[in-house]
């Protein structure tokens, strides 16, 4: 069983829908959550941390925590063309080590 | 300037070279990470350093050695190059104070291997 599992998609959604992206993880202990948003040939880039249990949003995005069940989800309301793109979501495995193990990523396809 | 630099941004090899890719950054972070990203395999972790002198070998070590010059500097070299070490290289700091961050990732050096 991999550490952070992700669909791979892709994810098709029309614009102005609400995109759903799903992750899960093995290590109970994890402590700290990530999603990022890379589009092709880019680097990573941060756009949600979450490291209590509930929703946390931030602009058109909420993150979704749920220790009890290891899993942790983005939404994108009001989903654009522009964030077509893959999301990676990434745990930290051992809180001490603050190493980040990612998932392999869901790619969200935005049709206008 | 960026961040983190990481340079070349591309590079071209022949099987059996030694090659170095170099990482460097400003965000006065001590940790730094060298990834590197394959389609459909997402970032995988070769190696990773938490000071000058700590460094620590990720699930994917074989094949490749860091230095860690200075805090700003962490050099990952290919010693002999083969041709699945193609891939997207990725190299990244943080700051476990600041827990809010993450990593700061470079731009990526896309490298092939011939």
């Known amino acids: 069983q991999k550490e952070v599992e992700q669909n791979s998609g892709p994810l098709s959604v029309p614009e102005g829908a609400i995109a759903s992206l799903n992750c899960t993880y093995s290590d109970r202990v994890s402590q700290s959550f990530f999603w990022y948003r890379q589009y092709s040939g880019k680097s990573p880039e941060l756009i949600m941390s979450i490291y209590s249990n509930g929703d946390k949003e931030d602009g058109r995005f909420t993150a979704q925590l749920n220790k009890a069940s290891q899993y942790v989800s983005l939404l994108i309301r009001d989903s654009q063309p522009s964030d077509s793109a893959t999301y990676l979501c990434?745990?930290?495995?051992?809180?001490?080590?603050?190493?980040?193990?990612f998932g392999s990523g869901t790619r969200l396809l935005v049709r206008p | 300037d960026a961040d983190v630099t990481q340079t070349p941004r591309n590079r071209i090899t022949k099987t059996g070279k030694r090659i170095m890719l170099e990482c460097s950054q400003t965000?006065?972070?001590?940790?730094m990470y060298w990834y590197r990203q394959d389609p459909g395999l997402g970032l995988r972790l070769i190696y990773y350093?938490?000071?000058?002198?700590?460094?620590n070998k990720g699930e994917i070590s074989d094949g490749y050695s860091v230095s860690r010059q200075a805090q700003a500097k962490f050099s990952l070299s290919l010693e002999s190059a083969i041709p699945n070490q193609t891939a997207l290289y990725f190299c990244?700091?943080?700051?476990?104070?600041?827990?809010?961050?993450?990593?700061?990732f470079g731009s990526g050096t896309r490298l092939t291997v011939v």
């Open positions: 965000k006065g972070h001590d940790r």
């Open positions: 990244a700091t943080s700051d476990p104070a600041d827990r809010g961050d993450g990593y700061t």
């Open positions: 990434a745990v930290n495995i051992r809180d001490s080590s603050y190493k980040l193990i």
């Open positions: 350093s938490f000071d000058v002198k700590d460094i």
